[in-house]
């Protein structure tokens, strides 16, 4: 059986942004880059691979509430694939990481941790009023996934 699985540690090179199904599930979206350095014939090499990140639900409004660009994070959860059409026609495909855990990297920081009560975290409600303004009647995101 295969497993699809991936952990990622890097910084966010933008803001998460909470966006609201129609429903009222939260889901936001963020990249982070991941850095590599290594050596060849003794000169340090980088790399950097850029990944986008979708959490849904209370993960999603946690993280917009928590996060912000040049946060270091550690990000597990799954591939998926998705197809699209451009405006102009074209077919594309988009790889993306959606998000099961998300927590900050404590290598160099540290962090305070503020535990919400329940299983629907009372605390996350704080942004339900903010939210419902781009909720609307918006016939893209309707009650689907936006990503």
Request: overall charge negative; aromatic content about 8%.
């Amino acid at each position: 059986m295969a497993d699809n699985t991936i952990t990622l540690v890097g910084n966010l090179t933008r803001d998460p942004e909470l966006r609201f199904t129609t429903g009222g599930r939260g889901v936001a979206s963020f990249g982070i880059a991941v850095g590599r350095r290594y050596q060849v014939n003794g000169e340090w090499q980088e790399q950097t691979s850029y990944f986008n990140i979708t959490a849904w639900g209370q993960l999603g409004e946690n993280a917009a509430a928590t996060l912000a660009k040049g946060s270091r994070v550690i990000v597990t959860g799954r591939l998926e694939q998705r197809e699209y059409t451009t405006r102009d026609g074209d077919k594309r495909t988009a790889i993306e990481v959606v998000a099961d855990e998300l927590g900050p990297s404590l290598r160099w920081a540290i962090a305070q941790v503020e535990r919400q009560s329940g299983q629907g975290g009372g605390g996350g409600n704080r942004n339900a009023n903010a939210g419902a303004a781009n909720r609307g009647d918006d016939p893209y995101m309707g009650d689907e996934e936006p990503f």
